[in-house]
C-alpha cells in the first residue's frame, strides 16, 4: 500500500531528527496519522462521516485467486492483465448512509472477467504497434467499446443503477422523498439499509429495466414477498416513467472510485451509469482520508462536492512544460500557437529538457503545472524525488500512460508516478491510462484547458453548450455554471436525428463558427433557431427538419459530411485546426450578438466533456482523474 511506502521514505529520512531536510513534512504527518487498518466498524465509520455527504464512493474488489500470485509472467508481456473474477464486491458508500455490500456474478459471457482483460490487452497492443494507423485506433476504439458494454450488461448489470453520483437537483430529490414515504406506507419496517438501497434505486432507475427493478426490490427490500415486491415495484417503475429523461440528464455530484489494482486498467468512466457524474479515482480511502485532511486545512472545507482553489494568475501560478525531448514538432508548434493566443502569459519551458530543479520548482512553486511530452516527466524528475517534493500543484500530465499503475506479475506491487504527487501534497492530477495517439492528445489537452481556465486576452467566441451529445457519449452532460437558452438550441440541433443536419454538424466542428441571433431553444416549443448564417426549421410534431443558408468549410461545401461520425462540441473551439484561417477566428463584427467565452470550473467535468475532442474512444476513455474533485473560482 502506497500508506507503507511513504511511512519508509519517511523514517529513511531521518524521522523526526530530520524533519527540518523534508520537504513534504506536513503532508507525512497527515498520512502517518490515518490508520492502516481499523480495528472496529465504529472507527471506520467515525472517519467515514467525515467526508462530504455529497460524495458517493464506490469500493470495487475480488476475492484473490491463488493463480494471480502463482502465475509465470514472460517478459515479453510484462503489464498484460489476466486476472479472474469469480466474486467481486461492490461497495456503495456516503457519509452518513448505511453502506450497501453486494456481491457481482461473474460476467455472463465468455472466460470470466478474463475475457475482458483480454479485450484490453488487445486494445492496448494495438496502441503500441508500429503500424499505429488509423484502422488500428478504430479496431482499438471497438474492442474498447466492447469491454465498457461489457461491464455494463454483463457484469454490474441491474446493480448499475447503484453508481451513479447524488443528485444536485432540490425537485428531483423531494420527488424521490415522497415516493419512499409512500413506499414507507405499504412496509412494515423499513430499515435505514433498505431506505439506502431504495434511494440509490430511484437516483439510477432510469438505467434499467423493469425487471431489473422487481428482481432487486424482491432481493434487497422485501425478502422474497412477491406480493409486496409487486407494489413497491410499482412504485418505482411508475416514478421512473414520469422522471426517466430528467433524471438521464440532471446534474450530479461528484463519484469516487476505489478500485483494485487489478482493476484500474478497465475504462469504468465511459459505462453508461457513470458518464453523466463527475468522476475521480483514489488509490485507497486512506489516501482519500488524508487529501481531504490536508487540504480542507489550507483551503477550507470541502463546498458542494469541491475542493475550491483560487484560479491561478495567469503570470505567476501557472507553469507548462512541453515536448521536453524535441522529437514532437507538430504537438509543440500546435500547442505553441495555442497558447500563443489565449494564455501567452504563461511561464514555460518549449522545446528542451528541463533541469530537475526547474521541473521540481514547477511543481512546487504554482498551482497549475502541465506536462505536455511522452511519458509522465519522471526522465526529468525521478519518481522518487517527486514523492519527497512538496507540490500544490493541480497536475496535468498529457504523456502516454502517465498516470498507469504498471503490473510487475505475481505478487510484486503495481507500480505508477500518480501515488507519488499526492504523497508530495498535490490535490489532484489528470493523465492518460495508456498509449494515446498524438493527434487526439493534443485535442484532448486544449480541450481540457480551454474548459478550465478562462482566458485574460480577447479570445474567439466559444462553441458554449449546455450539454454535450455524441455518437458514443450518447448522455448530455449539464454544466455546472448558469447558461442562456442558445446552449439548448444548439443542443437540439446537435441531436437531430436528420441527414441535413450532419452538415450542420459538420459545419460546427470544421470552422467553430460563432452562434448568433438564437431566438429560442430547439425543445419542441420554439421552431426556428439560427446558429451563425444557418438556419434550423424543425416540426415539433416531428424529427423533419431543414436547413437553410448554410455557409459550410470547404470540406462540407461539397455536399457530404466528410469523415464526421460524431459531432464534436468541445472541439468546436480548436484554434489548432490547420485548416481554421487565423483571421475567421479574430473576427468580431457582431460581438453585441455573439456568445462570450465561457469555461466550466469543476475540473471532473470538463475531463468528461474534453473527451468529445478525440478522434477515438480508445483515446478519450484513456484521459482520467485522480485525487480530489477540483472547482476552481
Known amino acids: 500500500m502506497e500508506h507503507a511506502i511513504l511511512e519508509q521514505e519517511y523514517e529513511l529520512s531521518g524521522g523526526a531528527s530530520n524533519e527540518n531536510h523534508i520537504k513534504n513534512l506536513d503532508v507525512v504527518k497527515v498520512f502517518n496519522s490515518i490508520p492502516l487498518q481499523y480495528s472496529s466498524s465504529e472507527a471506520f465509520l467515525k472517519d467515514l462521516n467525515s467526508l462530504p455527504s455529497?460524495?458517493?464512493?464506490?469500493?470495487?474488489?475480488?476475492?484473490?485467486q491463488c493463480k494471480d500470485i502463482l502465475q509465470v509472467v514472460r517478459q515479453h508481456m510484462a503489464g498484460q492483465l489476466d486476472f479472474s473474477l469469480d466474486r467481486t464486491r461492490l461497495v456503495v458508500m456516503t457519509a452518513g448512509q448505511d453502506i450497501l455490500q453486494i456481491q457481482l456474478n461473474s460476467p455472463s459471457s465468455g472466460d470470466h472477467m478474463k475475457t475482458f482483460f483480454d479485450l484490453v490487452n488487445e486494445a492496448l497492443g494495438k496502441m503500441t504497434s508500429a503500424s499505429n494507423s488509423r484502422n488500428r485506433r478504430e479496431e482499438a476504439s471497438v474492442l474498447m467499446k466492447d469491454v465498457s458494454k461489457g461491464i455494463e450488461d454483463s457484469w454490474l448489470c441491474e446493480y448499475q443503477c447503484l453508481l451513479p453520483g447524488h443528485l444536485k437537483c432540490p425537485h428531483l430529490n423531494a420527488l424521490i422523498q415522497t415516493t419512499l414515504e409512500s413506499i414507507r406506507s405499504s412496509l412494515v419496517t423499513m430499515t435505514t439499509s433498505m431506505e439506502t438501497f431504495l434511494r440509490r434505486l430511484l437516483q439510477g432507475v432510469h438505467l434499467i429495466s423493469d425487471h431489473q427493478v422487481n428482481e432487486l426490490i424482491l432481493g434487497h427490500v422485501t425478502n422474497g414477498d412477491e406480493l409486496l415486491a409487486e407494489f413497491v415495484t410499482q412504485a418505482v417503475v411508475k416514478f421512473k416513467n414520469e422522471h426517466s429523461k430528467a433524471l438521464s440528464t440532471a446534474a450530479r455530484y461528484p463519484v469516487i472510485l476505489i478500485l483494485e489494482e487489478e482493476l484500474d486498467r478497465l475504462p469504468w468512466e465511459t459505462i453508461l451509469c457513470l458518464r453523466s457524474s463527475p468522476v475521480t479515482r483514489v488509490h485507497c480511502f486512506q489516501f482519500l482520508l488524508a487529501l481531504v485532511k490536508l487540504h480542507t486545512a489550507k483551503h477550507g472545507p470541502i463546498k458542494n462536492g469541491y475542493l475550491t482553489l483560487p484560479l491561478p494568475n495567469h503570470e505567476t501560478d501557472t507553469f507548462v512544460i512541453m515536448n521536453p525531448s524535441c522529437d514532437l514538432p507538430a504537438l509543440q508548434t500546435k500547442f505553441t500557437t495555442f497558447l500563443d493566443k489565449k494564455f501567452?502569459?504563461?511561464?514555460?519551458?518549449?522545446?528542451?529538457?528541463?533541469?530537475?530543479?526547474?521541473?521540481?520548482?514547477?511543481?512546487?512553486?504554482?498551482?497549475?503545472?502541465?506536462y505536455a511530452g511522452h511519458g509522465n516527466g519522471t526522465l526529468y524528475l525521478s519518481s522518487d524525488n517527486i514523492g519527497r517534493n512538496r507540490i500544490r500543484a493541480v497536475t496535468f500530465l498529457f504523456g502516454c500512460r502517465s498516470v498507469e499503475r504498471v503490473y510487475h506479475g505475481g505478487r510484486v506491487p503495481f507500480s505508477g508516478v500518480g501515488a507519488k504527487y499526492f504523497i508530495a501534497g498535490s490535490p489532484c492530477v489528470v493523465g492518460n491510462l495508456w498509449n494515446v495517439s498524438s493527434s487526439d492528445c493534443d485535442?484532448?489537452?486544449?480541450?481540457?484547458?480551454?474548459?478550465?481556465?478562462?482566458?485574460?486576452?480577447?479570445?474567439?467566441?466559444?462553441?458554449?453548450?449546455?450539454?454535450?451529445?455524441?455518437?458514443?457519449?450518447?448522455?448530455?452532460?449539464?454544466?455546472?455554471?448558469?447558461?442562456?437558452?442558445?446552449?439548448?438550441a444548439v443542443n437540439g440541433a446537435l441531436n437531430c436525428e436528420n441527414e441535413n443536419l450532419n452538415v450542420v454538424n459538420a459545419a460546427l466542428k470544421s470552422n467553430g463558427s460563432p452562434i448568433r441571433n438564437v431566438n429560442g431553444s430547439l425543445n419542441g416549443q420554439s421552431k426556428v433557431t439560427s446558429i451563425g448564417s444557418c438556419t434550423i426549421s424543425k416540426d415539433p410534431n416531428s424529427k423533419s427538419s431543414t436547413v437553410s443558408n448554410l455557409k459550410a468549410p470547404s470540406m462540407v461545401r461539397k455536399g457530404r459530411a466528410k469523415c464526421i461520425k460524431k459531432p464534436s462540441v468541445?472541439?468546436?473551439?480548436?484554434?489548432?485546426?490547420?485548416?481554421?484561417?487565423?483571421?475567421?477566428l479574430h473576427s468580431s463584427k457582431d460581438p453585441g450578438t455573439e456568445t462570450s467565452l465561457s469555461y466550466s470550473p469543476d475540473v471532473c467535468f470538463n475531463v468528461q466533456a474534453a473527451r468529445q475532442g478525440a478522434n477515438y474512444f480508445i483515446n478519450s476513455s484513456a484521459l482520467v482523474v485522480w485525487g480530489l474533485p477540483v472547482w476552481f473560482e
Do not use: C, M
Open 344 to 370: 501567452d502569459k504563461w511561464k514555460h519551458i518549449i522545446g528542451r529538457a528541463p533541469s530537475s530543479s526547474e521541473f521540481s520548482d514547477g511543481l512546487s512553486s504554482h498551482s497549475v503545472f502541465i
Open 54 to 64: 455529497e460524495w458517493t464512493l464506490i469500493q470495487i474488489t475480488r476475492k484473490p
Open 570 to 584: 468541445v472541439d468546436s473551439n480548436l484554434i489548432l485546426k490547420d485548416w481554421v484561417q487565423d483571421s475567421y
Open 443 to 488: 485535442r484532448l489537452a486544449s480541450n481540457l484547458i480551454n474548459l478550465t481556465f478562462p482566458s485574460p486576452r480577447p479570445s474567439p467566441p466559444i462553441l458554449d453548450l449546455h450539454k454535450f451529445s455524441s455518437e458514443w457519449w450518447s448522455v448530455p452532460f449539464v454544466l455546472p455554471v448558469p447558461n442562456n437558452s442558445t446552449l439548448n
